[in-house]
């Protein structure tokens, strides 16, 4: 409470401060034109900034439209649950797939073919049988499924898929000052995947939902799509942001999360505990609850 206090108390000050060098520096008539200027420019950011929030008054995708889906696989955890988090989803509707995974991250690249390969799977005629019958976790039950279609080329039943390698935000025990110049890498390695994505078959339109469940690469790619639209480069009603935190969340959020929170950048942030929801809304976040996520 402290540091807050006297963060506010320094604002007017470092303001007045600023105000004096520049008269002393320009003379009254060109400071007042450079602050003038810079006063003018603050609102109209920040007017823009307020446009381009989240609104629920957009309309969402009609039922039975396609729909153009990025997900974001972090590693680990982060993977896993992303993993069960997809497993009922309908190919046919969403038609195009876009998933995003770190440079040097192999597994979540596995996974990402793997997780095509049973969601294709379930409209091959020849093995329906084996997916409502098998659990699919045994190595052995894995094998027996089809290849995925390849990525980058439509499937005139379940679409189109690709998978795209950004810079990681931040390695395991990378020194924090090192920090934001790989976030940067990372932050326009994004810009480049989703304006890429916006020229992909079939739908060649930027992604309609973002879902996302927590490591750093996600956040970015949140910033990215806020940049794209904010520049006017993305519709405002594309690139919903779907935040779903991890099962190992009971009280508090991930630092991902409350980045996204305090931002209101989500137009749906879920939580996996009620207890969570509940502390959450007490403090005047939306969260919604919706029971258990994943397996």
């Not at 770190?102 to 997780?115: A, P, Q, T, Y």
């Not at 084996?130 to 439509?154: F, Q, Y």
């Not at 480049?192 to 690469?217: C, E, F, H, M, W």
Request: proline share 5%.
């Amino acid at each position: 409470m402290a540091v807050k206090f006297v963060a506010l108390a320094l604002v007017p000050v470092l303001s007045l401060g600023f105000m004096y060098s520049l008269v002393r520096i320009l003379g009254f008539e060109r400071a007042a034109l450079v602050l003038g200027a810079l006063a003018i420019t603050a609102v109209l950011t920040l007017l823009r900034i307020l446009s381009i929030r989240p609104d629920r008054s957009i309309k969402p995708v009609a039922h039975g439209e396609p729909v153009h889906f990025l997900a974001v696989f972090g590693s680990g955890g982060h993977t896993s649950e992303m993993m069960s988090l997809l497993r009922n989803f309908d190919v046919t509707r969403y038609t195009q797939r876009t998933y995003i995974y770190s440079s040097g991250d192999e597994f979540s690249r596995e996974k990402v073919r793997l997780v095509e390969q049973k969601l294709q799977s379930k409209h091959h005629p020849d093995f329906k049988q084996i997916l409502e019958t098998k659990d699919l976790k045994e190595d052995s039950d894995e094998a027996r499924l089809p290849e995925p279609s390849p990525a980058g080329r439509v499937d005139p039943i379940t679409g189109c898929w690709t998978a795209e390698c950004v810079s990681r935000a931040r390695k395991i025990h990378q020194p924090i000052y090192t920090a934001p110049w790989s976030s940067l890498l990372c932050f326009i390695d994004c810009i480049r995947v989703l304006i890429k994505s916006k020229s992909n078959k079939p739908l060649q339109t930027y992604p309609d939902v973002i879902l996302i469940n927590g490591p750093a690469t996600a956040v970015i790619v949140v910033f990215a799509s806020y940049f794209l639209k904010f520049f006017g480069l993305a519709p405002r009603e594309k690139m919903k942001i779907i935040y779903m935190e991890s099962f190992a969340r009971v009280r508090t959020l991930s630092l991902s999360g409350k980045i996204l929170l305090r931002l209101h950048l989500c137009d749906q942030f879920l939580v996996q505990w009620e207890i969570l929801r509940d502390l959450l809304r007490q403090q005047g976040y939306n969260a919604d609850w919706r029971g258990f996520l994943v397996d």
